[in-house]
């Protein structure tokens, strides 16, 4: 108990620890984290299982684990408190930094579940979408993962080996997908190509249809880029002769598909064609019928649930170098896992919805295997409570190789794979589930983090889908996402007004939304077009819209906007306002030097002026890399100095970079405006 209590002091006065900005922060920092490692509470709270990759995403995932009642800075009702991931790779020559996100936490009390088990530790995925480097089929690429979890302080970038407070670090090795080998050699492909680069409005299938033989050259290019599924006769040429993977592995698919047709002649067929091969048919059936929850070659280790894209995710750990069906310049391999909820904890299980990961032979395979990351989209809309009903729900993952598992019974295990239960919190919402028009992210930030009075984001306002923070009080710029939650067979539309100047209209363009598929290419792009007359929208369907996308488009201006929502024959109007500015900083760099950047001498002082503005300023600063520098944040015109007395080389410059608040394309900010100019110092025969 005295333990907990000093962990406990120790946590509340984090906060104010870190906010202070007095010049001995580090060395306090460095105190405190040795009284923590002393009451052994750098994991007491929250503690990482696993970091693993999904290669058709280009995900990252941390799965980790929130394991008290308290420590985390309030209820659901409340602001709560912050997990940061950062995370890196290394491909073979350094520590690379990824990036980082971050996951809401709040005070959850501990119920129990239908068993009478404590409902903890509640397990959290943490994702990060990169752009890793990758090569062709024949060229494995495995880089190393880090994932380093921090508790209410972003873990400093390009410093892999930072030691967190509150928190831990995982490291595992993942795999990238191989890119594609396109070969244009065909002139009729080269002119489709070449057309639709040349009109970017005319969709790919609309060109071929004007080209010679574009149709037909299409699909086969579109064949080209799916990797071929091996036969019977392939996989024997592959496996045979390799103890350690076995007819009943490798012929797994080909056996249960003759097996399940219940036909006996293609059962007949079937043992033939094994027989061509020398293999003994009952074999394979007698090692399938000895074969259940096998994780030799597979096995699910940790699953949780992204709060920030609402996805189900597992991380599985693929085990040897060969039996997943080929390389990776064939189609491989499916990992099925299937998700299931116990909604009701009422000891029943609810079929959630099944996804799977491609898998292929990789005869470089690290020694303690690879991670990767099973993600499943689902819409939790209809079974959202509000904030002083935290809902906690039980789920299970089951995995099975290249079968897909069982939609009925979440118990049934295949022959390799298994199964994983843990803890789940959803997101809270209304409560109410009731038809009315409602937008709830608006340029990648919550409604309710952007001011009604201005268009601003308030303080402490963060971006929906990573929880990354962005600057007190910015505006908006680019394209502007609107997301809401969907009801299918109802129509929607916006309307813009210009507080300015009062001009208004409808949202009508078309935009393209992401859906999602459970098997590869797993995901699916569609467009979502206005009614020409009503300029109402259909809502869409989970599956077609993961994201909830109800409008991307670029309003332009630098004016006051007003959002009015409505539904097609439904009383209410959802009204929100937006601050756009899609000006850069407008900056001004003046040398005195006559247009010649030879004009100062050695010890010379270096003079001018500058100017900096921007109706939404982050922040300047003016350097001299002779030395000196002058920065501010708000907007100026003034002169400067620099002398250039004890200058190690003879050139350099002066540079002015002016960095705005504005949101961008509603996912990036810190856009800049910046311009240098080149000096290069004569010599001074005075000095010496």
């Not at 999904?54 to 912050?82: H, V, W």
């Not at 539904?567 to 306002?577: D, H």
Request: charged fraction near 20%; aromatic fraction near 12%; include cysteine.
């Amino acid at each position: 108990m005295d333990r907990q209590k000093n962990i406990q002091d120790l946590r509340q006065s984090f906060g104010a620890l870190h906010a202070s900005e007095h010049p001995s922060t580090q060395k306090t920092l460095s105190d405190f984290k040795e009284s923590v490692i002393a009451h052994s509470g750098n994991t007491f709270y929250e503690e990482l299982q696993s970091v693993s990759y999904n290669p058709d995403m280009q995900r990252l995932e941390a799965i980790f684990a929130t394991k008290r009642d308290f420590g985390y800075n309030g209820s659901l009702c409340t602001a709560g408190s912050f997990a940061f991931v950062r995370f890196y790779l290394d491909y073979g020559s350094g520590w690379e930094d990824q990036g980082y996100t971050a996951v809401n936490e709040h005070d959850i009390p501990t119920s129990n579940d239908c068993t009478k088990n404590p409902e903890k530790p509640l397990s959290y995925s943490a994702s990060l979408n990169i752009i890793p480097k990758t090569n062709f089929c024949s060229q494995h690429v495995l880089p190393k993962a880090r994932a380093i979890l921090e508790w209410n302080k972003i873990p400093p970038a390009n410093m892999p080996d930072y030691d967190s407070i509150w928190g831990d670090t995982v490291d595992d090795y993942v795999q990238i997908k191989p890119k594609k080998f396109i070969i244009l050699e065909n002139e009729n492909l080269a002119q489709l190509v070449e057309l639709a680069v040349a009109q970017p409005e005319l969709k790919m299938a609309d060109a071929a249809k004007i080209i010679p033989n574009g149709e037909m050259i299409l699909a086969q290019s579109k064949a080209s880029l799916s990797p071929q599924v091996l036969d019977v006769a392939s996989l024997v040429g592959i496996y045979k002769g390799n103890e350690t993977v076995s007819a009943a592995r490798f012929g797994l698919q080909n056996v249960k598909a003759a097996l399940d047709s219940f036909d006996s002649e293609a059962i007949s067929q079937n043992i033939d064609l094994w027989k061509q091969y020398g293999i003994d048919w009952t074999q394979i059936i007698g090692e399938l019928e000895n074969t259940n929850a096998d994780v030799s070659y597979e096995q699910i280790e940790n699953v949780g649930l992204d709060y920030n894209l609402e996805q189900f995710v597992a991380s599985i750990r693929i085990k040897r170098p060969a039996g997943y069906s080929g390389d990776l310049c064939s189609a491989g391999s499916l990992e099925y896992v299937s998700f299931w909820a116990d909604w009701n904890n009422d000891c029943n299980w609810h079929y959630v919805g099944t996804t799977t990961v491609n898998v292929h032979d990789i005869n470089d395979i690290p020694a303690g295997g690879l991670s990767y990351a099973a993600i499943l989209p689902y819409d939790f809309n209809a079974i959202r409570k509000e904030c002083f009903d935290p809902e906690v729900v039980k789920i299970r993952a089951v995995l099975s190789w290249n079968v897909a598992p069982s939609t009925t019974d979440a118990n049934s295990l295949q022959y390799w794979g298994n199964r994983v239960d843990t803890y789940v919190q959803i997101k809270p919402g209304t409560g109410t589930g009731a038809l009315e028009p409602i937008i709830n992210i608006l340029g990648g930030i919550p409604v309710d983090k952007i001011s009604d009075f201005n268009g601003l984001t308030i303080p402490g306002a963060k971006f929906a889908l990573n929880q990354v923070g962005v600057n007190d009080y910015s505006p908006f710029g680019g394209i502007i996402v609107v997301q809401g939650p969907s009801f299918l067979g109802h129509r929607y539309r916006i309307k813009v007004t210009n507080m300015n100047t009062l001009a208004s209209y409808y949202i009508s363009n078309d935009f393209t939304i992401v859906g999602w598929l459970p098997v590869p290419p797993y995901v699916q792009y569609n467009t979502v077009s206005a009614d020409p007359l009503t300029f109402y929208y259909d809502y869409q369907s989970f599956d077609k819209n993961t994201d909830n996308v109800l409008a991307r488009w670029s309003p332009g201006t630098n004016d006051l906007l007003k959002l009015e929502m409505d539904i097609e024959g439904v009383a209410g109007v959802f009204t929100k306002y937006i601050k756009m500015d899609n000006l850069a900083p407008s900056i001004n760099l003046v040398v005195d030097d006559l247009g010649d950047c030879t004009h100062y001498k050695m010890g010379d002082t270096i003079t001018g002026s500058y100017s900096v503005y921007d109706a939404h300023l982050r922040d300047y600063s003016l350097i001299c890399t002779f030395g000196g520098s002058i920065s501010g944040t708000s907007n100026a015109s003034n002169t400067y100095s620099f002398p250039t007395a004890g200058a190690a080389t003879p050139c350099g410059k002066v540079a002015l970079i002016a960095y705005e608040k504005t949101i961008y394309d509603s996912q990036w900010t810190n856009n800049y405006s910046y311009t240098e100019q080149i000096i290069c110092l004569q010599p001074n025969d005075s000095v010496k």
